[in-house]
């Protein structure tokens, strides 16, 4: 089955260290998004792609970077971790060919910074 | 900014009874979605809403998109412990609605439904 996937799933990390959170998908979807899940506050877009050569940020991107090293493929690092970004982290993906496009989501990787 | 505002933030109810969640948005919106995300899950859609004033019907789930087309509602009726989780509403971010297939997503209303 077309999925999405996200690896790892859970992740215990201390503060300053550098993480990687990787998101693959078997749906041939251009369009990819890296959310964060807070408690109370929904989903948050922290960064979003169209295509290989198109990287955006989104509402909360301070302390984060991405990269789409290929269509299926995209990856968000922190490169300091800090307690606060201790939450749940989604990729999701959707099609371009659609013209109101629903977002499929992966497992998700509840990460906790230390 | 766009808000997308979602009410209650938590609802409680006894199974068989109705719950309900409503969605408001600072702007007009050309559609929105609806999302269900069970406990330790992740969100999976449930529909969208195109046109002003829609209904839409999944068994016992009412979907409504205002005639202004600035909010939307989810109603259950005679709720069953398979329905418990979060309900995300969520609206198109980008200026004209369907160009980045961006969204921005409701607090979400977390239902629990006491056996």
């Known amino acids: 089955d077309a999925d999405v996937t996200q690896t790892p799933r859970n992740r215990i990390t201390k503060t300053g260290k550098r993480i990687m959170l990787e998101c693959s998908q078997t749906k041939g979807h251009d369009r990819m998004y890296w959310y964060r899940q807070d408690p109370g506050l929904g989903l948050q877009l922290i960064y979003y792609s169209f295509d290989v050569k198109d990287i955006n940020k989104g509402e909360i991107s301070d302390g984060y970077s991405v990269s789409r090293q290929a269509q299926a493929k995209f990856s968000l690092s922190l490169e300091s971790a800090i307690p606060n970004q201790t939450a749940l982290y989604f990729c999701a993906t959707s099609d371009a060919g659609r013209p109101y496009n629903e977002q499929f989501f992966g497992p998700g990787t509840r990460l906790t910074v230390l | ?115």
């Open chain 2, 1 to 115: 900014g766009q808000q997308v505002m979602q009410i209650p933030q938590y609802q409680h109810v006894q199974e068989g009874e109705d719950f309900t969640t409503y969605c408001n948005s600072s702007t007009t919106l050309s559609n929105i979605q609806w999302y269900k995300q069970r406990p330790g899950g992740h969100p999976v859609f449930l529909i969208q809403l195109v046109k002003s004033g829609e209904v839409k019907k999944q068994k016992r789930l009412t979907f409504q998109f205002g005639e202004a087309k600035k909010n939307s509602s989810l109603h259950i009726t005679a709720t069953q412990t398979t329905d418990v989780g979060t309900y995300f509403c969520a609206g198109p971010s980008d200026a004209g609605g369907t160009s980045y297939g961006k969204l921005t997503f409701g607090q979400g209303t977390i239902l629990t439904v006491h056996p």
